[in-house]
């Protein structure tokens, strides 16, 4: 995924984090964020009062300070903000002005959509990346090697949502063999809807690919690189074999690990190819949300994705630790 | 990582040993020249990328217009290389001051330690936990009348740079937070360090002109690669319609249009994309070598 912080010190975090520290964290992370972002909607353009003047052209500026006061806009922000909290809290997500459903029937098909296109784009990243890190990894700076490269820094340069312009360009108007957009589920046929996933899925497979060779490429590096790696090969071990039975459980710990993070981006993580795709995930409801002014929508997706990203972090530790059984958090 | 004393001269080294960063290094240095040099351009040739012309609009490439026109009837070619300016700015303004944040804060966590390394390090995670985009896609769609910020100021044509800018700063310097905190964590017990501050340095100097040289190396190459993201980024949000405004042109906002004209006119779809591409893709390059000179140990990134 795109992201302007390049993940370099994931696997060097520091010791000392004990799983409550995090969780504590992770709620204060959660009430800032949720704060900023309430104040931040309030900032953004349109005015939910002003919108029901425009739908009410007989509304008097009376009638507007009344309804002010009747949705409590009239408070200040932090106490509108708690009162929100108190009863998201209560299990009342309150109801999405754009759908016109209460949120939390909103978000269960998206989440649905979004965990079926990220979930199939990402078995099959792995399924070619890590035979492909691995192959290159074998003969560095070989002419393979440097091939698989320019195809895994081709993966990460690309703009998700100009190969999928590209993709429908070709295969849904040039060709016309796969739909340009929407979501087969439920309205056809099984093999119907599978023709629905295919240029999604190959958008977010190829953006995601590239990064997964380079990680997967990079891990069994630095693992051939182990003294108990030449040992092994002194013994006359073969390639294969070294590979496969020396190497790749270590080179399998960073991995693994990348997979518990990506976990956290669920939600947010294919916004841009949902958006293109006209792919009703969760992303998609995110961005429509926040550029329909509907801000119970908005708050809750955000706050989900956000405790998503959390989870992810604290899984990616837990399972290192796991894995790796050198590392001790104090 | 120590950086040798003539640390310039042995990265350019190692850079030109890298036969792909060196052509990624001389693609982005043309890109650069050609996209800053398009109002010698324009004037040179008598085209201006901001007349609209609807009569000539969508026209092939001729010898006036070398890459045919817009919907708009604009020149193309320079649209392209004004909307570079924009795109390579961004990038390199955006990283520039994620890393300008990233040293400032990582240096006093790791050179001051104790409560205050805590209190910034757990900052720093909470950010990193939150999902960038969606918050970048909050952040860029404030009406910044709203915030206060002058009316002058809101309609100006660059706001738009300014804003996604300070957006990208904003959220992308953990990275170079971590590197430079843990650099200085391990510089900071260094013999020269002792020798500096018995000599009467104050912390100040210590940080800046004793430990900051010792841990810059990784910065360089994290930022490298962060420009390359902060502009597949800028052209997201410009996609999307929040990142830098029209009339301003961006690679991310000429696609943002060609979206609609696809069919009839491809080609304004394909130039801005492969450029987005190739610019994206000779940063990462870029910055795979400079790593491989830095820091030939540890290859890993990303």
Redo the contacts between chains.
């Keep these: 995924m795109i992201d302007v912080r390049v993940r370099l010190t994931q696997f060097d975090s520091p010791m000392a984090r004990l799983i409550l520290a995090r969780l504590l964290q992770a709620v204060a992370v959660l009430l800032i964020m949720s704060f900023a972002v309430y104040g931040l909607i309030g900032l953004m353009p349109g005015d939910p009062i002003d919108l029901m003047i425009s739908a009410d052209p007989g509304l008097t500026p009376a009638d507007a300070a009344r309804l002010k006061a009747l949705y409590g806009l009239d408070q200040p922000l932090f106490q509108r903000w708690l009162h929100w909290l108190l009863s998201v809290a209560s299990g009342d997500l309150g109801y999405s002005r754009l759908y016109a459903k209460p949120v939390s029937e909103v978000l269960g098909p998206a989440f649905f959509n979004t965990l079926m296109l990220l979930g199939s784009s990402f078995l099959l990243s792995m399924f070619v990346a890590l035979p492909l890190g691995i192959w290159a990894a074998m003969r560095p700076n070989s002419p393979r090697d440097y091939l698989i490269n320019l195809t895994a820094f081709a993966g990460i340069s690309i703009p998700p949502f100009w190969l999928a312009l590209m993709l429908i360009a070709v295969f849904a108007v040039l060709l016309g063999w796969l739909p340009a957009g929407g979501v087969g589920i439920g309205s056809d046929n099984g093999l119907g809807a599978v023709r629905y996933f295919v240029l999604p899925v190959a958008t977010l497979t190829f953006a995601s690919l590239g990064a997964h060779t380079r990680f997967m490429r990079g891990a069994m590096l630095e693992v051939l690189g182990e003294d108990y790696i030449r040992t092994a090969r002194a013994k006359g071990v073969g390639p294969f074999r070294v590979v496969v039975y020396h190497a790749l459980r270590n080179a399998m710990i960073p991995v693994v690990t990348i997979l518990a993070l990506e976990f956290g981006t669920l939600f947010s993580g294919a916004l841009v190819t949902e958006t293109v795709f006209a792919w009703p995930g969760m992303g998609r409801l995110i961005f429509d949300s926040i550029m329909g002014n509907d801000f119970n929508l908005a708050l809750v997706a955000l706050m989900l994705a956000t405790a998503m990203t959390l989870v992810g972090s604290l899984l990616a530790d837990l399972i290192y630790t796991w894995l790796d059984p050198r590392i001790r958090y104090e | 990582m120590i950086v040798p004393t003539k640390a310039g001269k042995s990265i350019a080294m190692g850079v030109r040993r890298n036969r792909?960063a060196a052509i990624a290094a001389l693609i982005l240095v043309a890109l650069a020249v050609a996209c800053f040099a398009a109002p010698l351009i324009s004037h040179l040739f008598g085209i201006d990328g901001g007349t609209v012309n609807l009569l000539a609009r969508l026209e092939a490439p001729s010898f006036q217009h070398p890459l045919g026109t817009d919907e708009l009837g604009r020149d193309l070619l320079i649209r392209l290389l004004e909307g570079g300016r924009v795109s390579l700015l961004t990038g390199a303004a955006?990283?520039c001051a994620?890393a300008f944040i990233g040293i400032i804060l990582g240096i006093v966590s790791g050179y001051a330690g104790g409560r205050t390394d805590a209190a910034l390090?757990?900052v720093t995670?909470?950010v990193?936990?939150?999902?960038?985009?969606?918050?970048l896609?909050?952040?860029a769609?404030?009406?910044m009348t709203?915030?206060g910020l002058p009316e002058q100021f809101t309609t100006s044509e660059s706001a738009s740079l300014y804003r996604i800018i300070l957006i990208?700063a904003l959220?992308?310097w953990?990275?170079v937070a971590?590197?430079v905190r843990?650099g200085a964590l391990a510089v900071r017990e260094r013999e020269f360090v002792l020798a500096a501050r018995a000599l009467g340095s104050g912390p100040l100097r210590i940080m800046f002109r004793h430990v900051l040289p010792n841990v810059i190396s990784?910065v360089i190459v994290?930022t490298t690669?962060?420009a390359?993201?902060?502009i597949?980024?800028e052209?997201?949000l410009s996609?999307?319609g929040l990142g830098v405004q029209p009339p301003l042109a961006s690679w991310g906002n000429m696609?943002s249009n060609a979206?609609e004209l696809?069919?009839s006119a491809?080609a304004l779809?394909m130039y801005p994309?492969t450029l987005?591409?190739l610019t994206?893709?000779a940063?990462?390059?870029l910055g795979?070598g400079l790593q491989q000179a830095l820091d030939p140990r540890r290859?890993?990134?990303?």
Excluded at chain 2, 299 to 302: M, Q, T, Y
């Design positions: 792909p955006g990283s994620a390090m757990r995670d909470g990193i936990a939150l999902p960038l985009l969606p918050l896609i909050v952040l769609a404030v009406d709203k915030v990208i959220f992308g953990t990275t971590r590197l843990a990784p994290a690669l962060t390359g993201n902060v597949l980024l052209s997201v996609f999307l696609l979206q696809m069919w491809p779809a994309g987005i591409f994206v893709l940063f990462n390059f795979d290859r890993r990134i990303l």
